[in-house]
């Protein structure tokens, strides 16, 4: 293992909207930085991630909708090739590798530095939670799917199903109980927002809600809660072009039966700009998947993993009729090395060229790997 914890530098450039990321940051690092001048560049939903996976496998958050996927909004990167050369990737010099970096996770090389594009975002934004009953959910996921296929670019909801946190703003009785959450982010004035996000209330009867302006750095904050370390984790994912009957109903049937209390399934909502770009630009092509979903178990024991992963691998199949092509890398697991191209479609060939051009020993192999030959 090379650790690249002590990387931990960060540049803002406010005049010329950039930034310089070292490698060891964490997504908490980078936004608290950029937000310093009122700026950030798309990200993952957690602020304990480290921003050098979460980049190279793609990256979407809140903001992609309105800005498009991490690798979107990279200029360049320092990179370490395998035979131990100091490379600058960008459109203009080592173009290929450039292209390979942007979605084909640690397979090129050891990036050193990353050079985002940073927008004008917050400092406060509108956002929070509202939570349905889960006797709702078909309703609330069907109107969910279809209001997130005409709302602007600068509004994002995810939903969530689970057994529900103890939220303070939630009854007692509902501790612990499935429920079905939208996660709200508005990436723009916050008066417009809220007659943006009215329909939403309208779903169902709802538990509570938690909706608001608050700094976007905190938000960017609000489910570590929910991802701390210590648990067993398995994680499986599909990807979609539009949410209809067969996966919704799917969603219900496992959200209903979730093996322990901290195990949920979530419809993280791209498309926007994400689905502007074209797929050959470079390595993630994914850009009719206008719905990622993840499946993810999570446990405290050995004594559960069995139970766990087996729920997991059930409704990953069972869903698996209504996925779209590809898949997102960051969210592959360990057993999955026969999805890796499967996930990249149609770049697929073109990595492996790239793979056997700057890494033709598989030297990075610790990761979703792409074979030399």
Not at 63 to 88: C, E, P
Not at 198 to 213: D, S, T, V
Request: with cysteine; hydrophobic share 40%.
């Amino acid at each position: 293992m090379i650790d690249l914890s002590l990387m931990k530098k960060v540049d803002i450039d406010p005049e010329r909207q950039i930034g310089h990321v070292e490698p060891g940051c964490t997504l908490a690092d980078f936004d608290a930085a950029a937000q310093a001048y009122g700026l950030a560049t798309p990200l993952g939903i957690n602020s304990t991630t480290g921003i050098a996976g979460l980049t190279l496998g793609g990256g979407f958050g809140w903001l992609s909708r309105k800005y498009g996927m991490t690798i979107d909004n990279l200029l360049g990167m320092d990179v370490i090739t395998a035979d131990g050369r100091q490379l600058h990737a960008s459109e203009s010099e080592n173009d290929d590798l450039f292209w390979g970096l942007r979605g084909g996770g640690g397979n090129f090389g050891i990036v050193t530095r990353f050079e985002y594009q940073l927008h004008h975002v917050g400092p406060n934004v509108l956002s929070g939670l509202i939570v349905f009953p889960f006797d709702e959910a078909k309703s609330v996921i069907t109107q969910f799917a279809r209001f997130t296929e005409t709302m602007p670019d600068e509004l994002n909801v995810w939903m969530v199903t689970r057994k529900a946190p103890p939220l303070p703003f939630l009854p007692e009785a509902v501790h612990g109980k499935e429920i079905v959450a939208l996660a709200i982010c508005y990436a723009g004035d916050p008066a417009e927002g809220e007659q943006h996000i009215e329909p939403l209330r309208r779903f169902g009867n709802a538990h509570g809600e938690h909706i608001g302006i608050q700094p976007y750095t905190a938000w960017q904050q609000a489910f570590d809660p929910l991802l701390t370390p210590g648990a067993r984790n398995y994680w499986k994912s599909h990807n979609f072009a539009t949410l209809e009957e067969g996966p919704i109903d799917a969603i219900i049937e496992y959200a209903g039966a979730l093996p322990s209390s901290q195990c949920e399934v979530f419809i993280a909502t791209i498309g926007g700009q994400t689905g502007r770009v074209t797929p050959e630009a470079m390595a993630y092509s994914n850009r009719d998947a206008n719905y990622v979903m993840n499946v993810h178990a999570r446990w405290d024991t050995a004594d559960e993993d069995e139970h766990c992963t087996a729920w997991a691998r059930e409704f990953f199949t069972r869903s698996q009729p209504y996925a779209s092509g590809g898949a997102y890398v960051n969210f592959l697991t360990g057993d999955e090395a026969d999805r890796t191209a499967f996930a990249y479609g149609a770049s697929y060939e073109r990595l492996v060229a790239l793979k056997k051009k700057f890494d033709p020993t598989n030297l990075f192999r610790i990761n979703q790997n792409i074979l030399p030959a």
